[in-house]
């Protein structure tokens, strides 16, 4: 299949499937409402600065490099809008290893992806319709798969909002049942995720298969321009070394599983933008892998390994 061909292949879900991935979103996002602390939140105190930055970097930031790219490398429509919709996302849970790992600053990481987290029950969907109307080629693209702006603004605050307050309200006032329930949780959740994106893959594998060299390519670029966003950010912000790691993971390491299931749920499942978000979430767990081990292998030629 030709790469712009991507733009009119669709992957669709029974009812039963769609309502099987609402209930995923909702349960990985009341896992992670459950284990929202106050203490992750000190760091607005603390180093407002670089707390405000680095949420300004997620959210302004990396989807305004992004456009760029956009710009600049001109996609086919659909791989335009997945590029858009991963960046419009909150980081993934993921980067807080990852800057665990590379000796970054982990209660940095934990705040800004908390507060990215939270959010994201409105400022995901509002950025993906600013930025995805703002390139005339997904606006058209989107106008034809009659995307109703407040229809999908209302539906996605709902998927994400309403567990969010809900798993904040139960760790606040039943701390105890939120720590038991809340790796089940996100556990449950991961893996009905995980089953939707498989069933992508293996049932337009075929098709997907002769576009992937390009597919990749273009991931590879646009996760390389979000880790050179977080390293900016970090030079601009004036940050430390552990907290410029935070932000590299921060910005490189995006919830691809939210992105994944937006397209299936709210964007008619454009494979184009499918694509893009399935090829993100293998990427960038390999180049926050790479990035790891040259962060280590800096700190060994150092000597403080």
Same mark, same amino acid.
């Given at each position: 299949?030709?790469?712009? +061909?991507? %733009? ?12 099987? $991935?609402?209930?995923?979103? /909702?349960?990985? !996002? ?11 939140? /000190? #760091?607005?105190? %603390? ?7 680095? $949420? ?29 919709? @991963? ?55 989107? =106008? ?8 999908? #603004?209302? =539906?996605? !605050?709902?998927?994400?909002? @309403? ?9 606040? &006032?039943?701390? %105890?049942?939120?720590? &038991?329930?809340?790796?089940? /949780? ?8 995980? +089953?939707?994106? !498989?069933?992508?893959? !293996? ?13 990749? +390519? ?17 030079? #601009? ?13 921060? /910005? ?7 992105? $994944?299931?937006?397209?299936? +749920? ?33 700190? &060994? @030629? &150092?000597?403080?390994?």
């Amino acid at each position: 299949m030709d790469i712009a +061909a991507l %733009d009119g292949l669709r992957i669709v879900l029974e009812p039963l499937g769609q309502a099987g $991935i609402a209930v995923a979103l /909702m349960l990985v !996002v009341f896992s992670v409402a459950l284990g929202l602390r106050v203490d992750d939140f /000190m #760091l607005l105190l %603390d180093r407002r600065r670089l707390f405000i930055g680095g $949420i300004a970097a997620q959210v302004l930031g990396l989807p305004a490099v992004t456009y760029a790219l956009v710009v600049s490398i001109s996609p086919p429509p659909s791989i335009a809008l997945g590029m858009f919709v @991963v960046a419009c996302c909150p980081g993934g849970a993921a980067s807080n290893l990852m800057t665990y790992l590379a000796r970054g600053d982990v209660a940095y990481s934990v705040a800004l992806t908390t507060a990215s987290s939270m959010l994201a029950a409105l400022l995901t969907p509002a950025l993906i319709l600013l930025w995805s109307n703002a390139y005339p080629p997904t606006a058209s693209l989107l =106008q034809s798969i009659d995307v109703t702006p407040w229809a999908f #603004l209302t =539906q996605t !605050v709902l998927l994400l909002g @309403v567990p969010l307050a809900a798993g904040m309200i139960i760790a606040a &006032r039943a701390p %105890d049942i939120a720590l &038991r329930f809340r790796r089940r /949780m996100a556990l449950l959740g991961a893996l009905a995720l995980a +089953a939707a994106v !498989v069933y992508g893959i !293996v049932s337009f594998y075929p098709l997907l298969l002769p576009a992937l060299p390009l597919l990749g +390519a273009i991931v590879v670029l646009h996760n390389a321009a979000a880790l050179a966003t977080g390293v900016l950010a970090g030079f #601009l912000l004036n940050a430390g070394p552990r907290e410029r790691r935070a932000l590299v993971f921060e /910005m490189g390491i995006q919830n691809s599983g939210l992105a $994944i299931v937006i397209l299936l +749920a709210q964007l008619k499942g454009l494979g184009g933008a499918a694509a893009i978000a399935v090829t993100w979430g293998i990427w960038h767990l390999i180049a926050g892998a790479l990035i790891v081990i040259l962060f280590r292998g800096i700190d &060994r @030629v &150092r000597g403080r390994a």
